[in-house]
């Protein structure tokens, strides 16, 4: 995402001498590429920091061929978290503040032309900071690993 990122991704690609790779620069909001455009998309732990995780769903579906699949990591909660922790900074650097409510992320996924095919909690994730413990336990923030095609 930014300039940094890209030299560093250029640098080592480059180095492992993989010709198959580029980087784009962009926002997963608006996606620089074409509709229709990629058999699969693959995202860990990026959606949950964006603020427009409905626009996010709606470019994955638009830039998938049909039938193309989307396989992601990503934290979503059980129980919709209240507007303070939402506003806590900390707390959205920590990728919690920013995590859905598991149905709501599943709608929004559904709603962008593509259906959940499944759906596993990796229970092996821990948080590190102790506010970022105390958030999970007590709104069941966790990490889900989720496959999608589109229709
Ligand atoms: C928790 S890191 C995960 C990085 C990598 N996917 C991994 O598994 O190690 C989150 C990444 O999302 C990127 N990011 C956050 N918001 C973004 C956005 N709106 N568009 C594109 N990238 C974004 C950040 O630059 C950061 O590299």
Redesign the pocket.
């Known amino acids: ?2 300039d940094e ?1 890209l030299q560093k991704g250029e640098a080592l690609r480059q180095k492992a001498g993989f010709g198959n790779v580029e980087f784009k620069k962009g ?3 608006e996606l620089p590429f074409k509709s229709e455009n990629f058999d699969a998309v693959i ?4 959606i949950n ?2 603020a427009e995780k409905e626009k996010v769903f709606k470019e994955i579906g638009r830039v998938l061929k049909k039938g193309g699949k989307m396989a992601i990591s990503d934290i979503v909660t059980e129980i919709q978290l209240t507007d303070s922790i939402i506003q806590n900074a900390n707390l959205w650097a920590a ?1 919690i503040g920013g995590a859905m409510q598991q149905d709501l992320y599943k709608n929004a996924i559904n709603d962008a032309s593509m259906k959940v095919m499944k759906l596993i909690e990796n229970s092996q994730y821990g948080f590190l900071t102790d506010s970022a413990k105390s958030a999970s336990k007590k709104y069941g923030v966790k990490s889900i690993s989720l496959l999608a095609q589109k229709g």
């Open positions: 995402m930014t990122q926002y997963i909001e995202s860990n732990g990026v920091l964006s990728c």
